[in-house]
């Protein structure tokens, strides 16, 4: 199978639901997602085969993930969150899968093609809440704000997902998003991926970036924290994947030959160490300051 499947970022929105679809036929599913399968198809399979061997943790992120912000949107719903408007959506399906109160109002927004792909395969499915997909290119300032604002209108608390997004657009593009987001007065909160450098490194060692050359990653800040503190921006909270999967207990699926050196690393490690270890990568919740 050739590495050179993933064709687009689009393609990457498939690999997560076939990820997705897996999980949910595992007997310990940590959640279930019967239409994962439905929009991933034969395509998100081939797309998972096709990847390089030590990728062996992109079906595990996506799985620890989608417990995360899972966990942070039932939160946010339970303290008075109205609207949701999930940024760049691709193929995710918590409005139809999630148990959420009927009033909840969920926006998606993504390119034209993925917005009119998603309409045709779940038209014969039902949301368990009020939900509009529109198309947006999040790169062009002038839609990008009419939407928010429009968006926005009816909502007395909004929170923001953008699930994988960030990672493939380049900083600028972040920064103006941000600032419009801070700029938009029901926009209280606001959840992001969140990498560490050495997660980068990896990724490039893993050869995750040679497969996915087509849909690369842009946005590596050095000081991922201090970029967002400069735009008003501050994590209320932050789930790490290996914190978080080991409460879940569902480990990394490592290698046995992998595992017993990152036992010994651990077990030499210093504290500060071990920490960086725990928190090369995970979800923010950012909440706005001033």
């Known amino acids: 199978m050739s590495l050179d499947q993933i064709h ?11 990820y997705r679809a897996q999980e949910s036929t595992r007997n310990d599913a940590l959640f279930s997602d019967p239409l994962a399968a439905v929009l991933s198809g034969h395509r998100g399979k081939q797309i998972i085969e096709s990847l390089p061997p030590k990728a062996f943790l992109g079906g595990w992120t996506v799985v620890i993930r989608t417990c995360i912000i899972d966990h942070l949107i039932t939160d946010a719903v339970a303290t008075g969150t109205d609207t949701i408007i999930n940024l760049g959506a691709g193929l995710d399906t918590r409005p139809y899968r999630m148990k959420l109160p009927p009033n909840l109002k969920w926006i998606e927004a993504d390119t034209g093609p993925m917005i009119e792909f998603k309409n045709k395969a779940l038209a014969e499915h039902s949301p368990g809440i009020h939900l509009e997909r529109v198309p947006l290119d999040l790169t062009h300032d002038s839609d990008r704000k009419n939407f928010l604002s429009s968006a926005t209108r009816s909502s007395r608390q909004t ?43 990896y990724r490039r060692k893993s050869g995750m970036s040679a497969a996915l050359k087509n849909a690369p990653f842009l946005f590596e800040p050095p000081d991922y924290f201090g970029f967002f503190k400069n735009l008003k921006w501050s994590p209320k909270q932050v789930r790490y994947l290996p914190e978080v999967a080991k409460q879940l207990r569902r480990p990394p699926p490592f290698p046995l030959a992998m595992k017993l050196a990152t036992a010994l690393a651990r077990f030499i490690a210093s504290q500060e160490q071990k920490e960086k270890m725990n928190r090369y990568a995970g979800f923010v919740l950012f909440e706005k300051l001033g």
């Not at 687009?8 to 076939?18: L, N, R």
């Not at 990672?167 to 920064?175: D, R």
Request: hydrophobic share 50%; with cysteine.
């Open 8 to 18: 687009s970022i689009a393609d990457t929105a498939i690999m997560a639901a076939a």
């Open 159 to 201: 929170l923001i997902l953008c699930e994988a997004v960030l990672p493939y657009l380049n900083e600028q593009v972040v920064a103006a998003l941000a600032k419009d987001l801070h700029q938009t007065p029901t926009v209280q909160s606001w959840i992001c991926d969140y990498f560490s450098p050495a997660a980068y490194q």
